[in-house]
């Protein structure tokens, strides 16, 4: 079993910065897939932007040039630095992610992680 926890929230003012760290607990294994998503009050939950188990990247189209996601050096911790922050950047922020306690095993990453965190607050004032 594994547990997410987000951390890293607050509140900025537009055009402000912060860095959202993610840390898994428990089976990380050795191969992962790493996800940030949010949701803003009255919206649905939305992708914002994850690392594959490949190390690819991908990003929502409202973050690209503006957030960098990465995986931390230590298996099972990601970060999410978000950078010329909107107020429709503001939500709830949620780590997601898909392990693989064998190197030869990918870990199953579609159609949605397998863990979640509990998220965590993201407010952007204009």
């Known amino acids: 079993q594994v547990t997410l926890v987000e951390s890293g929230g607050g509140s900025v003012e537009a055009g402000g910065s912060l860095r959202l760290f993610c840390t898994g607990s428990g089976n990380t294994g050795d191969r992962s897939c790493m996800y940030w998503f949010r949701q803003a009050p009255g919206k649905e939950r939305e992708f914002v932007a994850g690392?594959?188990?490949?190390?690819?990247?991908t990003y929502a189209d409202s973050v690209k040039g503006r957030f960098t996601v990465a995986k931390g050096s230590s298996h099972g911790t990601a970060y999410l630095d978000m950078n010329h922050l909107k107020p429709d950047d503001s939500g709830t922020y949620f780590c997601?992610?898909?392990?693989?306690?064998?190197?030869?095993?990918?870990?199953?990453?579609?159609?949605?992680?397998?863990?979640w965190g509990q998220g965590t607050q993201v407010t952007v004032s204009s």
């Open positions: 690392v594959d188990d490949d190390g690819s990247k």
């Open positions: 997601a992610a898909s392990f693989s306690p064998w190197s030869w095993v990918r870990p199953e990453c579609r159609p949605t992680p397998r863990y």
